[in-house]
C-alpha cells in the first residue's frame, strides 16, 4: 500500500507522439507575412496573331512597403501550360544590388504589364493559366529590402 508512484515516462514517447505534430499543426496555420495581393489579367492582342499582355497589379498591404523599379518583377508562366507564350524580353544577368535608401519605386496605381501571345495550339474557350510573379520590393521605414512571389492564375478566353 504505501510507497512511491512510480515515475513518468521519460520524453521520448511524450516528444514523439505529442510534441512533433503539434509543432507541424501550429505551423501549418501560422500565417505567412504578406506585404502585397497580385492580381493577373489577360490583355489579348488588338490583332488576330499579335502580342497580348498579361497585367499584374500589385495593392500595398502596408503603406511603407514599395514595388522596387529595378530588378523588374517578372513573370514565369507555368511550363505545363499550352495557352501563353512568354515574350518578355531576357532578363539580366545579375541582379543589382538594392538598396532602401537609393532604390526608385514603381507606381502601384498602375498595373506591370508583360508581353505574351497566344499559342497556336492553345485550345479555344475559356481557360486558366497558372504563372508566379518574382519582384522586389522595400520597407523605407525598416529599411529592409526583400524578394517576393506570389502565384497567379490569368483567365484567358481563346477565340
Known amino acids: 500500500m504505501g ?17 512533433g505534430p503539434l509543432l507541424v499543426a501550429v505551423l501549418a496555420v501560422t500565417p505567412v507575412s504578406r506585404h502585397f495581393d ?8 488588338t490583332k488576330a496573331g499579335g502580342e497580348g ?6 495593392r500595398a498591404l502596408d503603406p511603407d512597403v514599395k514595388l522596387n523599379e529595378t530588378p523588374a518583377p517578372r513573370l ?32 502601384t496605381q498602375k498595373p506591370v504589364r508583360f508581353k505574351v501571345a497566344v499559342s497556336k495550339a ?8 497558372k504563372a508566379s510573379v518574382v519582384y522586389f520590393y522595400c520597407s523605407t521605414r ?3 529590402c526583400r524578394r517576393g512571389s506570389a502565384d497567379v492564375l490569368i483567365p ?4
Not at 520524453?11 to 510534441?19: F, L, N, Q
Not at 497580385?38 to 492582342?45: H, K, T
Not at 492553345?122 to 493559366?129: I, L, R, T
Open 122 to 129: 492553345a485550345p479555344k474557350g475559356a481557360q486558366e493559366v
Open 76 to 107: 514565369k508562366l507555368d511550363l505545363v501550360q499550352a495557352v501563353l507564350e512568354d515574350r518578355q524580353p531576357p532578363a539580366p544577368a545579375a541582379a543589382p544590388d538594392y538598396d532602401p535608401a537609393t532604390a526608385r519605386y514603381l507606381d
Open 156 to 159: 484567358v478566353t481563346v477565340r
Open 3 to 19: 510507497g512511491t508512484p512510480p515515475d513518468p515516462p521519460r520524453g521520448c514517447y511524450y516528444e514523439e507522439m505529442v510534441v
Open 53 to 58: 499582355a498579361v497585367a499584374v497589379s500589385f
Open 142 to 144: 525598416e529599411a529592409w
Open 38 to 45: 497580385v492580381v493577373a489579367v489577360f490583355e489579348p492582342p
